[in-house]
Nanobody, 115 residues
Framework: QVQLVETGGGLVQPGGSLRLSCAAS????????MGWYRRAPGKQRELVAT???????TYADSVKGRFTISGDKAKNTVYLQMNSLKPEDTAVYYC?????????WGQGTQVTVSS
């Protein structure tokens, strides 16, 4: 089994910043990619950003230029630096890893952007 522990969510004012972290442990084996997804109220879950084992990065158009994903392979940890946050970034953010055995999800962390 794989365990994902997310930290760093919270309440922030528009224009503010937050940094999410996700640490993977357990039967990790070969990781193909790690990433972040989010689900806003009343909407489907959507991709935010992913980073592959070869450091190929993908961002949703809505976060390009504002969010930065990075990974620490030695720690099996992925980070999401979120700057210039907007109210529409409010959502539950989920960490995801894809490895040789399948897809794994964290429990989610709430990010609320509000004044």
């Amino acid at each position: 089994q794989v365990q994902l522990v997310e930290t760093g969510g919270g309440l922030v004012q528009p224009g503010g910043s937050l940094r999410l972290s996700c640490a993977a442990s357990g039967s990790i084996f070969a990781i193909y990619a790690m990433g972040w997804y989010r689900r806003a109220p009343g909407k489907q879950r959507e991709l935010v950003a992913t980073i592959t084992s070869s450091d190929t990065i993908t961002y949703a158009d809505s976060v390009k230029g504002r969010f930065t994903i990075s990974g620490d392979k030695a720690k099996n940890t992925v980070y999401l630096q979120m700057n210039s946050l907007k109210p529409e970034d409010t959502a539950v953010y989920y960490c995801n890893i894809l490895n040789i055995r399948g897809n794994y999800w964290g429990q989610g962390t709430q990010v609320t952007v509000s004044s």
